[in-house]
């Protein structure tokens, strides 16, 4: 899936698109999931590769989720090492019980805070939440924000 947002050309991976539809609260009990956002930077384009996986450290109801930290810098770091430096952290994403998703206040706080204090100091971060029928993309920068909704 290719986007367009501002300047940014924005590629999905078959891969992350799979773990996105994976994880949709389609039915009534399924609690949200979320990771991390994984990807590489090549000649401008930003190509998101990867999506963590929750892990049991994780922890999550059916409208929350919380990423435990430490189980993410060990993927994390883990991408990066093996890639020889490649794949870099790109951002956050969870999913939402509900068709169109958009952003909690919680889930705005969380994702310019990560920005903030991105020891990485790249030039942006980005927020997935994929929705039951749509998906929400932010991206936040030095500039402020910019955001996309999509249906799927």
């Known amino acids: 899936m ?8 924005i590629l999905i991976h078959p891969e992350p698109l799979a773990i996105l539809e994976k994880f949709t609260q389609n039915k009534p009990k399924l609690p949200e ?9 090549i000649d401008g384009q930003i190509n998101i590769t990867k999506l963590s996986v929750p892990t049991p450290l994780d922890r999550c109801s059916r409208t929350n989720f919380e990423r435990h930290k430490t189980s993410a810098q060990i993927i994390l770091d883990y991408e990066f090492y093996n890639s020889n430096g490649q794949t870099v952290y790109l951002g956050e994403w969870h ?6 998703p ?3 206040g919680t889930d705005l706080k969380m994702i310019d805070s990560q920005f903030r204090n991105n020891d990485l100091r790249t030039d942006f971060l980005l ?25 799927l």
């Open 2 to 9: 290719q986007l367009k947002l501002d300047q940014y050309d």
């Open 95 to 100: 999913t939402h019980p509900e068709p169109f």
């Open 33 to 41: 999931a979320g990771g991390v956002i994984l990807g590489k930077i």
């Open 102 to 104: 958009t952003p909690s």
């Open 127 to 151: 927020l997935v939440i994929k929705g039951t029928s749509g998906m929400y993309l932010r991206m936040v920068n030095n500039k402020g924000f910019r955001e996309l909704r999509l249906t």
